[in-house]
């Protein structure tokens, strides 16, 4: 299951956004029963990320290389589970987002889905447009160099 590419939809009155169909047919894949999600605020960015159940549950195991009584494992656990939100899509593939991550996102009219692979962020779209800006700057930073080297018998 992955969720590709940017899809723009509008967030209504109500605080409910559809879901991009490309993205809900990602999640059926995973889904025994209902859809649903984890939504949670990016620790790194102005976005909300949003998790398939047992991709987010997957998590703990990180967590579990700290024990349960540390500072450690309890600011994790703090930082990753209280202010995530499991959400079930309605029959139209619609989420209601909650009014904190609105505006941790800075949401207003147009939402903007971005797909990351395992997991996809919902952003405000001039916000987005900039995040990919700076990850393609980022990334062709970090991409190492091509070496070419001659084949054998080649011309020199």
């Known amino acids: 299951?992955?969720?590709?590419?940017?899809?723009?939809?509008?967030?209504?009155?109500?605080?409910?956004?559809?879901?991009?169909?490309s993205f809900r047919n990602a999640l059926k894949l995973g889904a025994e029963e209902s859809l649903s999600l984890i939504l949670r605020p990016s620790h790194l960015h102005p976005c909300i990320e949003a998790w398939p159940p047992a991709r987010f549950a997957a998590?703990?195991?990180?967590?579990?290389?700290?024990?349960?009584?540390s500072s450690?494992?309890?600011d994790l656990a703090t930082s990753l589970y209280a202010e995530a939100f499991p959400i079930?899509?309605?029959?139209?593939?619609?989420?209601l987002v909650p009014d904190h991550l609105v505006a941790h996102a800075g949401?207003?009219?147009?939402?903007?889905?971005?797909?990351?692979?395992p997991t996809f962020q919902i952003w405000e779209p001039a916000a987005a447009a900039r995040r990919r800006?700076?990850?393609?700057?980022?990334a062709r930073d970090l991409a190492p160099p091509v070496t070419v080297r001659p084949t054998a018998g080649g011309a020199s």
């Open 1 to 21: 299951m992955h969720f590709l590419g940017s899809h723009q939809n509008r967030l209504d009155a109500k605080g409910r956004v559809s879901i991009p169909a």
């Open 133 to 138: 800006a700076e990850a393609r700057i980022r």
């Open 59 to 69: 998590l703990e195991t990180p967590l579990a290389q700290y024990s349960i009584l």
């Open 88 to 95: 079930e899509l309605d029959k139209e593939g619609r989420i």
């Open 72 to 74: 450690e494992h309890q």
């Open 107 to 117: 949401l207003a009219d147009a939402v903007l889905f971005m797909g990351v692979g």
